[in-house]
């Protein structure tokens, strides 16, 4: 099993849909959770950033981390065709000092049809 | 500059040669980290410098390679006797101090490699 399970879709919706993402991981040691979003041809940018259990928000984003069932979820409200890309999750941890390491999801591609 | 630069944005290059790849990352950070992205997987963790101090090396997956950073400026990895396995992104990515948890990170557009 790898440590961080992402379906990669494609996932395809039309403008306007609330899209849900989500990954499960298996190593109890994660505390940092990040969500990315990556453009073709283009490096990840950080989307949202949750440290422990609970929810984010932040505009038409919302992360929610679930540490109890190792899950995370990034809600997308009113999603446009600019929102179209590849969404990474991607989490460390505090093991041996190294929570710079980020252990990345396979990643899972949008399409938002206008 | 206003970003994290690499270059060259694509390298094809026949199995057996060696290839340098080089990040300049974001004027002032401190901390510079490598990651790989191979077709269909998830980014896969290389290399990690902050400052002077030793680099976190743990994360390179042969001998063939390594990576060399001057104190807090460019860096550059190298892949000596490339394999068609070698073939990736290969992205960089700056944060001004130590990315607790990826804080802060900012990475670049990556070096596509293929080898052939």
């Known amino acids: 099993q790898k440590e961080v399970e992402q379906d990669p879709g494609p996932l395809s919706v039309p403008e306007g849909a609330i899209v849900s993402l989500n990954c499960t991981y298996s190593n109890s040691a994660f505390q940092y959770f990040m969500w990315y979003r990556q453009y073709s041809r283009k490096g990840p940018e950080l989307l949202m950033y949750?440290?422990?259990?609970g929810n984010k928000e932040d505009g038409r984003f919302t992360a929610q981390v679930d540490k109890s069932s190792k899950y995370i979820s990034l809600f997308i409200r009113d999603s446009q065709p600019s929102d179209s890309a590849t969404y990474l999750c991607a989490m460390s941890g505090n093991s041996g000092g190294s929570n710079y390491k980020l252990t990345f999801g396979k990643g899972t591609l949008l399409t938002v049809n206008p | 500059g206003a970003g994290v630069s690499q270059s060259p944005s694509n390298k094809v290059t026949e199995k057996g040669k060696d290839v340098e790849l080089r990040c300049d990352p974001i004027s002032g950070h401190t901390a510079l980290y490598w990651y790989r992205q191979r077709l269909g997987q998830g980014l896969e963790f290389l290399i990690y410098f902050q400052g002077n101090s030793a680099p976190d090396k743990s994360g390179l997956p042969s001998d063939r390679f390594s990576a060399e950073r001057t104190g807090e400026s460019v860096s550059t990895l190298t892949i000596q006797r490339t394999q068609q396995e070698d073939s990736a992104v290969y992205l960089c990515?700056?944060?001004?101090?130590?990315?607790?948890?990826?804080?802060?990170?900012?990475f670049g557009s990556g070096t596509r490699l293929t080898v052939v």
């Open positions: 949750t440290y422990s259990s």
């Open positions: 990515a700056s944060s001004l101090v130590i990315g607790v948890g990826g804080d802060g990170y900012t």
